[in-house]
């Protein structure tokens, strides 16, 4: 078990964004969080991940509380996120903004890094990023201006940045949004193929084929609160889903 939320609620005011929220998930699967826009989701990931921590409730990342941690001491243990809009840097080539994501892991020790010249730990990080990249699937890209990509491809860079940092559980928020049918399929390969790695996922996404296509389970919410869970066939089937969220398709 990777991650474990127990009764996650988050306040805004009067508003409850999350309201006793509780799930799992396990290394070697995808878990799909899925529900209508201002849901929660988002807001629960920044919760999991640190960012903007719960209001209340409980967040077990590989068997140790981590809800009072910073977002960087989280990151540092293993959980690696994407934001739902792209957060690279446009004039920098998509090596040096993977390259970030290997610097925020950040260093063995701090014997280790003193050992080691600033010029070396750049090789590192610059070595460890073209890595993610070729993993990725866009080493011919590496050198070119990340916000001269097309769409599709920045959100790929953003995961070859989260993975830089070496992580064992992956957030990712609507990562498949505004990508055409192939760039989606390529994405779902990636994510395949990091799901047979061991790798926990844990992703937003809006495209209903694109979730139950790729998905092991299904977390649905609405206004807040989780609406089912289970197998991405149960949750289909289930009429609270459908009745709030399919609204008619099927
Ligand atoms: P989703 O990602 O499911 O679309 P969000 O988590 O972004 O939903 O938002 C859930 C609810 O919380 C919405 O009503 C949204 O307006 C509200 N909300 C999100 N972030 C904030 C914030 N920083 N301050 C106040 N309200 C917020
Ligand atoms: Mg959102």
């Known amino acids: ?4 939320v127990q009764d996650a609620s988050k306040h805004f005011g009067g508003l409850v964004a999350n309201d006793r929220v509780s799930f799992k998930v396990r290394a070697g699967e995808v878990m799909a969080l899925i529900g209508p826009n201002g849901a929660g989701k988002s807001t629960l990931f920044n919760g999991i991940s640190g960012v903007d921590p719960l209001t209340s409730g409980s967040v077990s990342f590989r068997g140790e509380r981590v809800e009072y ?24 080539s998509v ?3 993977v390259a970030i994501g290997a610097h925020l892991r950040g260093r063995k020790s701090f014997v280790a890094a003193a050992c080691r ?10 070595h460890e990023a073209a890595l993610q990249i070729e993993r990725c699937g866009l080493a011919e890209q590496m050198y070119e201006a990340a916000g001269s990509l097309p769409l599709g491809k920045q959100r790929i860079v953003e995961i070859a940045r989260a993975l830089a940092a070496d992580p064992c559980l992956l957030l990712l928020d609507e990562p498949a949004a505004g990508l055409r049918y192939l760039e989606k399929q390529s994405l779902a390969g990636l994510l395949r193929r990091l799901r047979a790695e061991g790798i926990g996922i844990l992703l937003v996404e809006h ?6 296509g790729l998905a092991d389970r299904v ?7 989780k609406l089912a869970s289970g197998l991405p066939e ?8 459908i009745e709030a969220y399919l609204g008619g398709v099927e």
Not at 1 to 4: F, S
Not at 219 to 225: A, I, N, P, S
Request: negative net charge; glycine residues 4%; charged residues 30%.
């Open 95 to 97: 090596i040096e903004n």
């Open 69 to 92: 941690l910073p977002a960087r001491e989280i990151a540092r243990r293993g959980m690696s996120r994407t934001f739902q809009h792209v957060r690279l840097l446009p004039a920098m």
């Open 234 to 241: 149960e949750v289909q089937r289930n009429p609270a889903v």
């Open 207 to 212: 495209d209903m084929d694109f979730v139950m």
């Open 117 to 126: 010249s600033e010029r070396a730990e750049e090789a590192r990080l610059l």
């Open 1 to 4: 078990m990777l991650l474990e």
């Open 219 to 225: 977390l649905v919410m609405e206004f807040g609160q």
